[in-house]
């Protein structure tokens, strides 16, 4: 019996691996679920024409920032904000709301960063 069991954990093991590596495809769909849900379109955009009327326009954001400062900002604001971060404050001149708390896992910021990144990608040149 127990030779039984490890053989099928043996098979069952690559299967879990695969579903826990989400495709990206997966990420950018939940990205943009997200982006929509917590409500980051409604300060942000990314790219396009329009100005963004309360935060900054997030086309091409992974590329002008350090992805660990991105990555940290998303997933909780209220610490650079606190902190006084150099970035932080440029941005509050001449955005001046504070970007809230939005109670993100880290792969839910991943997946965010993914749909942003795609998105971008889609306004090349704009
Ligand atoms: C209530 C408005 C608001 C919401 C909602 C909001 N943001 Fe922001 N965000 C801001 C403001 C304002 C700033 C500029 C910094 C500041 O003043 O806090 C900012 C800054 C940022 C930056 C840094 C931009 C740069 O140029 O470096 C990123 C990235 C970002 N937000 C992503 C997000 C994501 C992702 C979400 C959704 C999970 C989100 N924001 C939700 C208002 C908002």
Redesign the pocket.
Same mark, same amino acid.
């Given at each position: 019996m127990f030779k039984v069991l490890l053989i099928l954990s043996f098979f069952a093991l690559p299967h879990s691996y695969a579903e826990d590596k989400k495709s990206s495809e997966d990420q950018i769909k939940n990205g943009k679920k997200?982006?929509q849900r #917590?409500?980051?379109g !409604?300060?942000?955009k990314i790219g396009g024409d329009q100005v963004s009327p /309360? !935060? &900054?326009d997030?086309k091409d954001?992974s590329k002008?920032?350090d992805p660990k400062w991105?990555r940290e900002? %998303?997933k909780d &604001?209220r610490v650079a904000?606190a902190a006084n971060d150099p /970035?932080?404050v440029e941005? =509050?001149k001449k =955005?001046p709301? #504070?970007? &809230?708390y939005?109670k993100?896992s880290e792969s839910d910021v991943e997946d %965010?960063i993914k749909y942003i990144e795609s998105e971008s990608n889609k306004k090349k040149g704009k």
């Open positions: 997200l982006f #917590k409500a980051c !409604g300060c942000h /309360i !935060g &900054p997030l954001v002008r920032r991105l900002w %998303i &604001p904000q /970035i932080y941005l =509050f =955005f709301t #504070k970007m &809230p939005l993100l %965010i």
